[in-house]
């Protein structure tokens, strides 16, 4: 069974300031792993995907993400951000054969900028 | 492309009713799903096919049917209506890519 933990509900940062939201995973086999953003009343984004090639995945809008097998972590990480970051981020994680995917979401990391 | 569509955007239901969900996409993709997303609890996956004619369960399937009789179109039933089922639907469907292109989404209120 494959299941996934995103360790903050709710994270604030300044303008400019670098991003941290954190995710780690629990999956029985080789796991793909995603990050999604929500903003207000609108649908998902795909923001970056692992899927067992780099460790190190970049995304669109400077966000990027690590997976690390170890410490079955796959943290989300922008430098420096924008007021346009405010959303929501779901860590999503599929242990699935291609074609025949199960998603399992986390609960959701609410992030707000500072200004 | 159009992608995933949804419809209807939001609607109106009192205890008890039935209607059904719409989703279609235009990118041949085997794979699609529907999920509900409730506050703090993410999204969770009701149904899902993996093509036409195959339907499987997902995390929370109790009170809700689907059919895939073709690629293009699967939609969402729901037989009787209750509060509970109050949330945001989202249909999705995964490609080539291996990630999942998501639908615009459902508002649904039970009253």
Redesign the interface.
């Known amino acids: 069974a494959q299941s996934v933990t995103q360790l903050d ?1 709710h994270v604030s940062v300044s303008e400019g300031t670098p991003v941290l939201l954190r995710c780690n995973y629990s999956s029985s086999y080789s796991p ?1 792993l ?1 990050w ?1 953003v929500q903003h207000p009343n ?5 923001l970056l ?1 692992y ?1 067992s090639a780099a460790t190190l995945v970049k995304g669109i809008n400077g966000f990027e993400a690590e997976f690390k097998k170890s410490e079955t972590s796959f943290h989300l990480t922008k430098p420096s951000a924008h007021m346009s970051d405010a959303a929501e981020y ?1 860590c999503v994680v599929s242990d699935g054969d ?11 990391t609410r992030l707000t900028i500072i200004p | 492309n159009a992608g995933v569509t949804q419809t209807p955007k939001f609607q109106v239901l009192k205890t008890g009713q039935s209607m059904t969900l719409q989703c279609a996409q235009d990118m041949n993709h ?2 699609m ?1 529907w ?1 509900r997303q409730d506050p ?6 009701i149904h ?1 096919s ?1 093509g036409a004619g195959i339907t499987d369960q ?1 995390e929370v399937p109790n009170g809700y049917n689907v059919s895939r009789s073709t690629t293009e179109d699967f939609p969402l039933r729901l037989l009787s209506a209750a509060p509970s089922q109050t949330s945001v639907y ?1 249909c999705a469907s ?1 490609g080539t890519s ?8 459902t508002r649904l209120t039970v009253l």
């Open positions: 509900s793909s995603f999604y609108k649908g998902l984004q795909l995907k899927t779901f291609f074609g025949n995917e199960k998603l399992t979401f986390g609960t959701g | 085997e794979y799903s999920y703090g609890m993410g999204l969770r996956l899902y993996v997902g989202f995964i291996g990630s999942e292109d998501f639908g615009p989404g």
